[in-house]
């Protein structure tokens, strides 16, 4: 489904896009779209409230942020929404929201993300946007300062990944009790069974300290815990430090007990499908924890309990981020999983962009959340969507309402222009993409480099712009369902439809300059 897009006509700039080519991998390549007056691909706003700005600690972080990247700065009095009109005047490539951490709670991450797709008339998200914040203000400017890119080779996870992508993997299996599996940097491969919860938590410790690039949890935890998978043991936080307890109920250490020691090596953190774990509800919590002295720089996950067994919000943003390791950053990814979800209600309901999901200080629950979707008048079964063992999992009705409960809860935090990617792969990927522009013409040619992993894919594929664009006309290759905006293109279903060895689309689009600063 290909919606119809009332894209910005005004700012137009007379310089001509110059002919270029963007290869999977040659990010340095972004910079050839640039205007030379106001490179969109820098352009960047940063957003805090006049009651965190007026904090001398706090102000700090937004003045610093302002600096580091020649940011415009937007203060707003009250609602988040009173900053819209100046942001959507910027219409910027990234923007950071500054906040203290009681301040950052389920509702705003909410309005985060709803103000973050009504900045132009399209439904997409028009901003690459991340919330900083921390346990205090020393804690946030430490992820504001993040600057050397990392690329991603070691992970800690206790969900099984593809081992293949990291050249250091190690995980505690959510599919067999107990199980582990440590892949080495030397390529050799060890793997057991724990015969308890102590063993579990004692080796997710012990490879913490060895300083991965990615920790990823999958089992069930909330704001203040990260589970280990069937329940056997759990990591807490508890005045900002990380015990590791083999028994689930304990709550406090007793006192001989001590804090694993902090892994503060550069690292992202995503929480799958393990509670709330991305909700910051207060300063003491698995984000403000993970993001002070233990290192990352940025983290996405749930600020509510995931919808039973779906999880698309931060799954989706690690299958993006897969597929063509290297290609996207780990904000880039988080971005486009945003637009796949967006066009996912669409083609289901496109009354759905409208609604919002009922959060108040407290979290929702499933019936409260399929009361919200039948008094908004969706299209949608909802004893399917209720429905979460065999074919009812993939029905349409609950995939929509999988889809709604991620949408606005899904919260991302650091510095949106930080560089995070995963290893290249030593062999070539599947696909390679390219842009080809001459004049307002523009060709999106992809590579297919192996036939079945191609036909395998359910990721969407395309190209972040770095100039935007305006007055777009799509001349080929809808049936790829692309969606072409001012700042990006995506195709939905980049498959071969036959025969065919490249997918090719293309579109007439004219340059749109970004406007002033103020």
């Given at each position: 489904m290909l919606l119809k897009l009332h894209l910005l006509s005004h700012f137009r700039t007379a310089l001509p896009v110059v002919a270029t080519l963007l290869a999977v991998g040659c990010a340095k390549n972004y910079s050839l779209l640039d205007p030379a007056n106001k490179p969109y691909a820098n352009s960047y706003a940063v957003v805090v409230s006049?009651?965190?700005?007026?904090?001398?600690?706090?102000?700090?972080i937004a003045e610093f942020l302002v600096n580091k990247h020649a940011a415009t700065l937007i203060v707003h009095d009250g609602a988040l929404t009173n900053a819209k009109e100046r942001l959507a005047r910027l219409m910027p490539r990234y923007t950071a929201f500054v906040t203290h951490p009681e301040e950052c709670g389920r509702a705003?991450?909410?309005?985060?993300?709803?103000?973050?797709?009504?900045?132009?008339?399209?439904p997409w998200l028009d901003t690459l946007w991340g919330v900083i914040t921390g346990k205090d203000a020393t804690g946030a400017l430490r992820l504001a300062r993040a600057s050397t890119p990392l690329?991603?080779?070691?992970?800690?996870?206790?969900?099984?990944?593809?081992?293949?992508?990291?050249?250091?993997?190690?995980?505690?299996?959510?599919?067999?009790s107990g199980t582990w599996l440590w892949k080495k940097t030397d390529g050799t491969i060890e793997h057991g069974r724990h015969k308890d919860g102590r063993e579990d938590v004692d080796t997710w410790g012990r490879h913490f300290l060895m300083m991965p690039d990615l920790v990823v949890t999958g089992a069930r935890g909330d704001e203040s815990c990260a589970g280990m998978p069937f329940n056997r043991g759990t990591i807490r936080v508890i005045d900002g430090k990380f015990y590791a307890f083999a028994d689930t109920r304990q709550l406090r250490p007793a006192e001989e007990e001590k804090p694993l020691p902090e892994s503060p090596n550069p690292k992202i953190y995503l929480p799958l499908e393990s509670g709330p774990a991305g909700h910051v509800n207060g300063p003491d919590c698995m984000v403000t924890a993970m993001t002070g002295a233990n290192g990352a720089n940025q983290a996405a996950g749930q600020t509510v309990d995931p919808y039973p067994w779906f999880g698309r919000?931060?799954?989706?943003?690690?299958?993006?981020?897969?597929?063509?390791?290297?290609?996207?950053?780990?904000?880039?990814?988080?971005?486009?999983?945003?637009?796949?979800?967006?066009?996912?209600?669409?083609?289901?309901?496109?009354?759905?962009?409208?609604?919002?999901?009922?959060?108040?200080?407290?979290?929702?629950?499933?019936?409260?959340?399929?009361?919200g979707m039948i008094e908004a008048g969706l299209k949608f079964d909802p004893r399917n969507a209720l429905k979460h063992g065999g074919n009812g999992r993939k029905s349409p009705d609950r995939q929509l309402a999988g889809l709604l409960w991620d949408m606005d809860t899904v919260?991302?935090?650091?510095?949106?222009?930080?560089?995070?990617?995963?290893?290249?792969?030593?062999?070539?990927?599947?696909?390679a993409t390219s842009l080809l522009s001459h004049g307002n013409r523009h060709t999106l040619k992809i590579e297919i480099r192996d036939r079945a992993a191609a036909i395998q894919n359910t990721t969407p594929i395309g190209?972040?712009?770095?100039?935007?664009?305006?007055?777009?006309?799509?001349?080929?290759?809808?049936?790829?369902?692309?969606?072409?905006?001012?700042?990006?293109?995506?195709?939905?279903?980049?498959?071969?439809?036959?025969a065919e060895n490249?997918?090719?689309?293309?579109?007439?689009?004219?340059?749109?300059?970004?406007p002033p600063s103020n």
């Open positions: 006049k009651t965190t700005h007026e904090r001398p600690d706090w102000r700090e705003y991450i909410a309005e985060v993300n709803r103000l973050t797709r009504q900045l132009d008339d399209d690329e991603v080779s070691r992970v800690l996870t206790t969900t099984e990944l593809n081992p293949s992508l990291y050249n250091e993997y190690f995980h505690i299996s959510d599919r067999s919000g931060s799954r989706g943003v690690l299958d993006v981020w897969q597929t063509l390791p290297g290609r996207h950053t780990f904000s880039e990814s988080f971005f486009i999983n945003q637009q796949w979800m967006l066009h996912d209600i669409a083609a289901l309901d496109p009354n759905g962009l409208a609604y919002k999901i009922k959060l108040g200080a407290g979290s929702v629950d499933t019936s409260g959340h399929i009361r919260a991302f935090y650091g510095d949106p222009a930080w560089r995070a990617t995963l290893t290249p792969p030593q062999k070539n990927s599947f696909l190209i972040l712009f770095t100039h935007r664009l305006q007055n777009i006309e799509i001349l080929s290759g809808r049936e790829y369902s692309p969606i072409i905006t001012d700042n990006f293109i995506l195709l939905f279903k980049p498959r071969p439809k036959g490249e997918i090719i689309v293309e579109f007439s689009a004219e340059p749109l300059c970004t």
